[in-house]
């Protein structure tokens, strides 16, 4: 039997294929200067440094970050959510997260409030994944030290509007950080943590950065870094003749060894979106949501969650087919046609909880990327029709 083409709309998993730039320049780094990065003088260590500097200048570039040192290497998005909650938060403190936030925000505020008796409140979101803003306003108090945000879903793609939620904060809990987790987000559409207003903002570097697993994001407005307890403590090659962890930016948060080949690709993989521009991009998401909403509203026994409006929502489309089982269904579609999907409940509980699928097993998750075609989304509409025709 003749292989199946494989076609890859998991990327809100991580983001497949990179470009050709982004696995060149995790290779030219290993094989040919494999340093470590801040630690001597010698040229090829300087380039090291040049790396990871041209990494993080591009990534606050593409965040609008005011200081490219106010942009925190970490090794994942949930890593650097982890600074960001569990560095912000002491003994007592009140937080307020949502019903669309992933287990990397839901996990550390549950361990928080378990283990140091700091009070969360959760606001739920509506049936297509939206917070609620009357919930959102009523949870907040005077005394809240802390907001975390998702910006698009993992499971429906919804969008918050970030911007209306800074402002609630800003009025009702004026000494809370906001922190947005732009994991689906960022790469996908342009975005200004400037514009935003946020205090902190996190994402992965292999998502829409288009860069290596191993690397991830936390913008630190500044000024913030005061606030921000460090998780990790160890050499930075700065002040090496102290004991206590440097306060300034970046070190303060980055000690041992970068992951300096994984930056290298990241520097790749943003300069490849800088190219051809976030904006371009979303353009292009736009028509695959679009034609991929379309081609499955009329399959028989179908049913879609999230937003029905494409401006509402990144390239993350969840669905549930009629008498399949979500891992089931994933299985079949790669089985029987090569397309690989995610099944199950996407690390968010709450969210499934809110569009009433967390008894039912979770959903199918189609998420495309930048090298998906309009072909990708019409054979994985027409499978789908095949398969719920299947007695």
């Not at 260590?45 to 500097?53: G, L």
């Not at 902190?200 to 994001?217: F, I, S």
Request: aromatic share 6%.
């Amino acid at each position: 039997m003749a292989e199946l083409k494989r076609v890859y709309l998991d990327n809100a998993a991580t983001s497949w294929p990179k470009p050709e730039s982004v696995y060149r320049a995790v290779d030219e780094y290993q094989r040919h200067l494999g340093c470590s990065p801040g630690r001597s003088v010698y040229r090829d260590a300087s380039r090291a440094d040049q790396t990871v500097a041209d990494a993080r200048h591009r990534v606050a570039r593409l965040w609008d970050a005011e200081d490219p040192q106010h942009l925190i290497f970490t090794f994942n998005g949930s890593d650097a959510l982890n600074l960001a909650i569990r560095g912000a938060l002491r003994p007592g403190d009140h937080a307020v997260t949502t019903a669309a936030d992933h287990n990397s925000v839901l996990r550390p505020l549950r361990f928080l409030e378990d283990a140091q008796g700091v009070r969360v409140t959760r606001v739920p979101c509506d049936a297509a994944g939206h917070v609620r803003i009357d919930a959102f306003a009523q949870a907040l108090l005077p005394k809240t030290r802390l907001v975390a945000v998702n910006h698009a879903s993992n499971v429906t793609g919804t969008l918050q509007d970030v911007p209306r939620l800074v402002e609630i904060v800003r009025r009702q809990a004026p000494d809370a950080l906001f922190l947005v987790d732009a994991a689906q987000s960022l790469g996908h559409l342009p975005l200004s943590v400037r514009e935003w207003g946020v205090d902190l903002a996190a994402a992965p570097g292999h998502k829409g950065l288009l860069g290596p697993m191993g690397t991830g994001v936390l913008y630190i407005r500044p000024g913030v870094e005061e606030r921000i307890a460090p998780l990790r403590l160890g050499g930075t090659g700065s002040q090496s003749d102290e004991d206590r962890q440097p306060a300034i930016l970046p070190d303060k948060y980055e000690p041992g060894n970068h992951n300096a080949s994984g930056l290298a690709g990241l520097a790749a993989g943003t300069a490849w979106l800088e190219e051809r521009t976030p904006a371009a991009l979303r353009s292009h998401e736009l028509t695959l949501i679009a034609a991929l909403l379309e081609g499955l509203r009329g399959i028989p026994g179908l049913t879609l969650y999230g937003p029905d409006d494409p401006l509402e929502r990144v390239g993350v489309v969840s669905f549930r087919l009629e008498s399949f089982d979500p891992h089931e269904l994933a299985g079949l579609l790669d089985l029987r046609f090569g397309i690989q999907v995610r099944s199950g409940i996407h690390c968010a509980p709450r969210m499934h909880a809110a569009i009433g699928t967390l008894e039912l097993g979770g959903t199918v998750r189609i998420s495309t990327g930048p090298f998906n075609t309009l072909e990708d989304v019409e054979y994985v509409a027409a499978a789908l029709r095949e398969l719920s025709r299947a007695p």
